[in-house]
């Protein structure tokens, strides 16, 4: 706005010039005449310079209004650009920043899933220990199971005949050591108890 009332003074102000330059140039510089109207009268040497320095004013201000809305112009157009640069730095700062982010996230994924896979394992390991062992008891039980069908068998049949009872055989528990990390069934009863 203000540029615009800048150049408009210029110009009028040029237009004047132009006018009284036009208008007293004819009668040498000795009148000074705007719009038709004498405004003053000198000597030639003085109208010379005087009419040279009215149109060196009006040269000089239209000149300093269009370069005060050239400057304008180039200052918004600077500002402009520096607003588009600061954003384009933003968006790549943001950009960057998600980046390391994910990538953070992606290296903390990673070794929580490692850790997941490695206690994955173990507990198959431990259910496979588990499964041998549930069918070595299962196998024992079967054994003994035979074994007292057996002696119940011989019992039955010794007291009809009236003989002596056979001695019961005693099959050995098995072995389940703690070495590989799994508890037996009394080792978790004591812990319970204590």
């Known amino acids: 706005m203000f540029a615009a009332l800048l150049v408009g003074i210029a110009s009028v102000w040029s237009v004047v010039v132009v006018d009284v330059v036009a208008e007293s140039a004819s009668s040498g510089g000795t009148k000074i005449s ?7 009268r000198t000597i030639p040497q003085t109208g010379a310079i005087s009419l040279a320095a009215l149109a060196a004013s009006a040269a000089v201000g239209l000149s300093a209004a269009l370069a005060f809305v050239r400057s304008r112009r180039m200052e918004r157009r600077m500002a402009a650009e520096l607003d588009a640069r600061w954003e384009e730095i933003s968006r790549n700062e943001a950009w960057e920043t998600r980046h390391r982010l994910f990538e953070w996230r992606r290296d903390d994924l990673g070794t929580t899933l490692e850790r997941l896979l490695a206690e994955r ?3 198959l390991h431990e259910t496979r220990l588990l499964r041998q ?3 070595v008891l299962r196998e024992a ?3 003994q199971r035979a074994s007292l069908e057996r002696f119940t068998t ?3 049949n010794a007291s009809r005949r009236g003989e002596t009872i056979p001695e019961l055989i005693v099959i050995p528990d ?3 050591g703690e070495d590989d990390g799994v ?3 009394s080792d978790s009863a004591g812990n319970d108890t204590a």
């Open 133 to 135: 062992r549930t069918t």
């Open 154 to 156: 011989e019992v039955n």
């Open 121 to 123: 394992d173990k507990l």
């Open 183 to 185: 508890m037996t069934s």
């Open 34 to 40: 705007l719009l038709g109207r004498v405004i003053g």
């Open 141 to 143: 039980a079967l054994k």
């Open 174 to 176: 098995v072995d389940l």
